[in-house]
């Protein structure tokens, strides 16, 4: 059974920086690229970032570019989210979520989410 | 990039209804289109892929169809489970969500 788990949120102030995990099990890690998802309080779901199996290929929605490094290692099944000079509207839940396949990239497994909250 | 639009944002529907989410694409995604269910406090969950390809273990009241530009997800006879948000998301040019469609109860 695919399972991934989330954790590293919790309260930082603006400026700021947190690493975010996401533990896998269940699946050949390595062979799949992995996204980042958030979601504000009472709004809709933003892709933030998507890295591929190898690690080699990032990619980064514009408001975060240059302050978030997403990264994976895949000798412990574990993605990554460095987040630096963070913004109050970097609140949200943050997700990690799972391509189908590599020709096939839809998020077919989610984990449960962990929350970020930038105050002061 | 490419901006996803659904319609409506709400829905207000009764148990066994044929109900219908539409979504539109700022420009041509082919057939690179998912949708998914979301409910109060949870991830979301993947329903359609491909634009039409039911996910596993999906009930096969839902259906996906459309290419290009226009995209519906159907539910043919609603149940109480279905109550939820529902997101587009195109990924041939990275990867973006609609803003959600809310599926009440009428």
């Known amino acids: 059974e695919v399972q991934l788990s989330e954790s590293g949120g919790g309260l930082v102030q603006p400026g700021g920086s947190l690493r975010l995990s996401c533990a896998a099990s269940g699946f050949t890690f390595s062979t799949y690229p992995m996204n980042w998802v958030r979601q504000a309080p009472g709004k809709g779901l933003e892709w933030v970032s998507a890295?591929?199996?190898?690690?080699?290929?990032?990619y980064y929605t514009d408001s975060v570019k240059g302050r978030f490094t997403i990264s994976r290692d895949n000798s412990k099944n574990t993605l990554y989210l460095q987040m630096n000079s963070l913004r109050a509207e970097d609140t949200a839940v943050y997700y990690c979520a799972k391509h189908w396949s590599n020709s096939n990239p839809s998020f077919d497994h989610w984990g449960q989410g962990t929350l970020v909250t930038v105050s002061s | 990039d490419i901006q996803m639009t659904q319609s409506p944002s709400t829905l207000s529907a009764s148990l066994g209804d044929r109900v219908a989410i539409t979504c539109r694409a700022s420009?041509?995604?082919?057939?690179?289109l998912a949708w998914y269910q979301q409910k109060p406090g949870k991830a979301p969950n993947l329903l359609i892929y491909k634009a039409s390809s039911l996910e596993s273990g999906v009930p096969s009241r839902f259906s996906g169809s459309g290419s290009e530009t226009e995209f519906t997800l159907t539910i043919s006879s609603l149940q109480p489970e279905d109550f939820a948000t529902y997101y587009c998301?195109?990924?041939?040019?990275?990867?973006?969500f609609g803003q959600g469609t809310k599926v009440e109860i009428k």
């Open positions: 890295i591929s199996d190898s690690g080699g290929s990032t």
């Open positions: 420009q041509s995604i082919g057939k690179k």
């Open positions: 998301q195109q990924y041939t040019s990275g990867w973006t």
